[in-house]
């Protein structure tokens, strides 16, 4: 039974699901073909994002109502029964096919471990190519009764469009009205907020490029010409990239309507065809493009995951000392200086023992953050385990690096926890790289100065 609640998106659905289909008959280049069918868009986000009861009722009721408003429109002469029969079907098919694919997407990635938008966004376009396929196949031979290749192929690509281009927008704009029903909570629609006088400047440029490829192209009767939309890939990248995910889908939204009315206004007829498959290649384009930033950004995490230690953010041992050898080669090469810092908490163990090890922790924390305020931006800075940790100074002597060690072992001491009253000091060891040594010799000096300091009573430099 449905609840106020649903009633409500009903309400709502119904008449936006007629107006989209209106306009869509409206901007037909051929019977039954429009360049694009924004409704099958309207009806994959609202299962997506809705709940199925009220996105079945309300569509059902759609497409019944467009079906009788349909012969009403180009009097087919159809009797009351068969436009129940006809419309009872093209309702079952929309909903089962749209509204099915959007509910089998949502389901897909539920089911997965990670978010990933390259995952998402190739199962999108398969589950749209696939639906509209399916239902342009059955809706033809069911409810039309035509077989040819050319009308199957317009009902098709007119849907799939409306999928793979509206279904996006119209899920951005239900997320921002209705954040609680968003689909995907990785996915912000809105994040990065640019100045809008200059994405409206994109838009019209891309508008205007469009329309001197459409009005050229019909004007010499040029299929050469109208090809050139698929350069229109170009300026919605840019968009992409510098835009949020809500305006990109935006302009891609704006580049279909504006190409449909152009078409419906001049007229075009052979050409329609480049033009639908232009809009959704550059569609497939752009959310593909939008996976570039998002698969940087997992790169980029994995990155640290492996280089990075958790707990201070310093480099771990085998990328710190990967990095410390190609600063040895430089230093070599051109005759530097580079000198090592290694250096340990005094009684660390003490520190666990008597105040728990998330206060350990938390030592660890704050010792590698006042470390690298101290250093240069060619300093490499690592934890080599536990509570020891290495400084690689480059074009840095052992006088200097000694003075370097002498400013943390004061600062570290400075350190304080609040809630406990310990003082914190290291023990440091520091050696020069002889020219030419490999890493591990320096660092056995360092390790053996950091002993050595440990040896003669700790917080102290040898």
């Known amino acids: 039974m449905l609840n106020f609640s649903a009633v409500i998106k009903c309400c709502l659905l119904l008449p936006l699901w007629l107006l989209l289909w209106r306009l869509s008959v409206f901007l037909e280049y051929a019977p039954h073909a429009s360049l694009w069918f924004p409704p099958a868009g309207l009806t994959f986000a609202a299962f997506l994002l809705m709940g199925s009861r009220s996105a079945t009722l309300a569509v059902w009721l759609a497409c019944m109502l467009s079906t009788f408003w349909e012969n009403s429109l180009f009097n087919t002469a159809r009797d009351t029964a068969e436009l129940l029969a006809s419309g009872s079907i093209f309702a079952t098919l929309h909903t089962f096919l749209y509204g099915g694919g959007a509910l089998l997407l949502k389901r897909q990635m539920a089911l997965s471990a990670s978010f990933n938008l390259v995952t998402l966004v190739t199962r999108f376009l398969l589950i749209a190519a696939v639906s509209s396929l399916i239902l342009a196949a059955s809706g033809l031979a ?42 995907m909570p990785e996915i912000n629609f809105y994040d990065r907020p640019k100045a809008l006088s200059t994405f409206i400047w994109k838009l019209v440029l891309t508008g205007l490029l469009l329309s001197i490829i459409l009005i050229t192209a019909e004007w010499l009767n040029s299929e050469e010409i109208a090809c050139f939309i698929f350069f229109l890939a170009i300026p919605v990248t840019w968009i992409v990239f510098t835009e949020t995910p809500f305006r990109a889908s935006i302009s891609l939204a704006a580049v279909s309507v504006l190409t449909a009315a152009i078409v419906a206004v001049i007229g075009v007829d052979t050409q329609a065809y480049i033009y639908q498959f232009g809009i959704n290649v550059i569609a497939c384009s752009a959310y593909f493009t939008m996976c570039v930033p998002a698969l940087a950004a997992d790169n980029r995490a994995l990155f640290e995951k492996v280089h990075i230690d958790y707990l201070t953010q310093a480099l771990n041992r085998e990328h710190f000392t990967a990095m410390a050898e190609q600063q040895l080669k430089y230093a070599a090469r051109y005759d530097k200086p580079v000198s090592l810092i290694v250096f340990d908490v005094d009684k660390f163990k003490v520190i666990n023992d008597t105040y728990g090890h998330s206060v350990g922790d938390n030592v660890l924390r704050e010792i590698a953050i006042c470390v690298r305020k101290k250093l240069r931006k060619s300093d490499v800075f690592g934890r080599f385990g536990g509570d020891e940790f290495v400084l690689l100074l480059p074009r840095t002597n052992v006088h200097r690096a000694r003075q370097v060690a002498a400013t943390l072992r004061e600062n570290i001491s400075q350190l304080s926890f609040a809630g406990f009253e310990f003082t914190v000091t290291c023990s440091f060891g520091v050696a020069e790289a002889t020219k030419g040594a490999p890493f591990e010799q320096a660092f056995d000096e360092a390790d053996r100065a950091l002993y050595d300091a440990k040896k003669a009573g700790r917080n102290r430099i040898i």
């Open 142 to 183: 069911l409810i039309y009764s035509y077989d040819g290749v050319d009308s199957l192929i317009a009902w098709w690509i007119g849907d799939m469009t409306g999928v793979v281009v509206m279904a996006p927008i119209f899920a951005g704009i239900v997320t921002r009205l209705f954040p609680r029903h968003s689909f």
